[in-house]
């Protein structure tokens, strides 16, 4: 019963903090959405930034069950030769970002959330970012930074950095101008053809941001291939 309603908590409060932000919502309001007292939600959630740190919390727990997973079948798909194949590791950047695609698509909300994040001045939480955003980009340059020292691909760690960090304002730029994409015509912004559309431009970019020589593209730790 106790996870049961530590469930509910959460996920009310995902919802709320989605819609209203961390300052538009109230533990009272948390409460009313799940039918318990104030007193009781806090007994099983703590204080309100509690609550906020265990909705982003959980948001990267999946991001991360993500990342992680897709790198691990990409090491045993590429025998061992992921970090010495460009073309491998850019197909593993691709497919990382169209599984966040879909997230972001089958659970809009998120969005907000974000959105919310990052416009609200909330001292208290100003560390959410570095704990869990930065935490995800890590496992993808240590994974890029690899290949660089083992020749597989020619980019700087600086060049990859601001590729990486323009991946997450073109996904919420996406997301967040569904409106202007209807203005433009579009009636239907996160349908097949549109999400089809970002997912060939994100193909190109990652293209762009993976630079490596031919000659010297796949290699093994005992020699050329």
């Known amino acids: 019963m106790a996870k049961d309603s530590n469930e509910r908590i959460v996920n009310a409060a995902t919802r709320l903090f989605a819609m209203r932000g961390y300052h538009g919502t109230s533990m009272r309001d948390i409460a009313r959405e799940v039918n318990l007292t104030v007193a009781t939600v806090q007994q099983h959630a703590g204080s309100k930034e509690l609550l906020y740190r265990e909705v982003f919390r959980r948001q990267y727990e999946v991001e991360h069950n993500i990342i992680t997973s897709s790198l691990e079948a990409y090491k045993q798909k590429g025998g061992g030769l992921l970090y010495y194949s460009a073309p491998l590791l850019r197909q593993l950047l691709k497919d990382i970002w169209k599984k966040l695609i879909d997230r972001f698509r089958d659970s809009p909300e998120l969005v907000r959330l974000w959105t919310y994040r990052w416009l609200e001045s909330n001292e208290p939480t100003l560390d959410i970012d570095q704990k869990y955003s ?36 073109l996904q919420m730029g996406f997301f967040t101008g569904r409106n202007l994409i209807r203005d433009f015509g579009e009636s239907d912004p996160f349908g097949p053809r549109s999400i089809a559309a970002f997912y060939n431009f994100l193909d190109r970019y990652v293209d762009l941001m993976i630079d490596f020589d031919d000659s010297a593209n796949i290699r093994t730790k005992e020699g050329n291939l």
Request: aromatic share 12%; net charge negative; no cysteine.
């Open 134 to 169: 930065m935490s995800l980009y890590q496992i993808e340059l240590d994974a890029i930074g690899e290949a660089q020292q083992n020749g597989a691909i020619t980019s700087s760690r600086l060049e990859i950095l601001i590729w990486l960090s323009g991946f997450a304002w």
